[in-house]
């Protein structure tokens, strides 16, 4: 009787030894192999070997990766080269991970998934490197030129018109949340723009406020020698005019009517051209070449009233400009100290 159970024992010793030595050559056999359920990112390299792996990771992860990175705004595309961002796609770590997540639990659970098809749930990250100051660098870049200040709207004037200049939001990239979707664009191969979200400042000054913020506007046409009355950015009125004779020009820009006067006096400039006047104060009155009204805009120069009815039409004044006195008496009314006045040819 002891001799069968030595005989016994020494069998299933036998079977367990053939089952062990069957089960490791299995094992062996699967060693190169990536468990079915094991994904690099998006990609599936479940059931293939390893050099397989490596060429389905280099198809469809590390190729595609070096395409440019593209973020979006208003119609324009700003772009960062892999070389720029210093990219560099690891597909021996990511097969290595692959396997090594094939490899996980012990001899028997991987002997019983092998002889029953069973899978391995893994998705393994993929293996990127990029420069993150190339990535700062380049958050810099895109930043500096998507963002901008709130501008109000205005107008551009020129002699015979007013353009509105329409108002635009101020734009401010939202830079961690910029940064956060590149670095998913970076290492997904399919998914290479990324479009820039910002915080929006609304102009003070709308383009539909414009008119009201422009209720009066003054234009000065040196060359034709019109003065044009705005309101509300729409034409009122044109003046026949006198501007600064040769060498005394009218100054052209744009200025502020900053002073208004009735029946002003003469403040004679302390200059060569004024002779003995130079420097004196005329009061209103026959020798007061200033008649009626005045509306001073720069450094002495203003708009007043003249008698001399034939200047009218030409360069003669010694910078300022001369209307008739019925046209200065009806236009001083209507301008306010403030009002904006362009001045140019």
């Known amino acids: ?113 092998y002889a029953t098809g069973g899978s391995v749930d893994r998705e393994i990250a993929p293996h990127i490197t990029y420069s993150a100051q190339a990535l700062d660098g380049f958050l810099s870049d895109v930043a500096k030129q998507i963002n901008r200040p709130a501008r109000d709207a205005t107008v551009s004037p020129t002699p015979a018109s007013l353009n509105p200049v329409p108002a635009r939001d101020g734009v401010t990239v939202r830079a961690d949340d910029l940064r956060s979707r590149l670095r998913s664009a970076i290492e997904s191969p399919g998914h290479r723009t990324v479009s820039a979200r910002v915080d929006r400042v609304k102009p003070q000054v709308t383009t539909d406020q414009l008119a009201q913020k422009y209720p009066t506007f003054i234009t000065i046409d040196r060359a034709a020698f019109q003065l044009r009355l705005w309101k509300s950015l729409k034409l009122a009125k044109t003046y026949t005019i006198a501007v600064g004779q040769a060498g005394l020009e009218t100054p052209a820009g744009e200025y502020t009517i900053n ?78 100290v403030g009002t904006p006045i362009y001045i140019g040819d």
């Open 1 to 113: 009787m002891g001799r069968r159970v030595q005989i016994a024992l020494a069998a299933g010793l036998g079977a367990l030894l053939l089952l062990a030595v069957g089960a490791y050559a299995l094992d062996r056999a699967n060693s190169d192999k990536i468990a079915n359920g094991v994904r690099v990112g998006d990609v599936d390299v479940g059931g293939l070997s390893t050099d397989q792996a490596r060429k389905r990771l280099h198809a469809h992860l590390a190729k595609p990766l070096e395409k440019p990175v593209t973020v979006t705004f208003e119609g324009t595309k700003y772009t960062l080269s892999p070389d720029r961002l210093e990219l560099h796609a690891d597909v021996d770590g990511m097969v290595d991970a692959a396997v090594a997540a094939s490899r996980s639990g012990g001899l028997p659970s991987r002997v019983w998934r």
């Open 259 to 336: 002073d208004k006067q009735v029946d002003p006096a003469w403040h004679v400039p302390d200059s060569a051209w004024a002779g003995g006047l130079a420097g004196k104060v005329i009061p209103p009155g026959p020798a007061d070449p200033l008649k009626a009204r005045w509306m001073g805009f720069y450094n002495g120069a203003g708009i007043h009233g003249t008698d001399d009815l034939a200047s009218l039409g030409t360069a003669a004044s010694h910078g300022c400009v001369r209307m008739s006195i019925p046209d200065v008496e009806e236009l001083y009314p209507q301008v306010q």
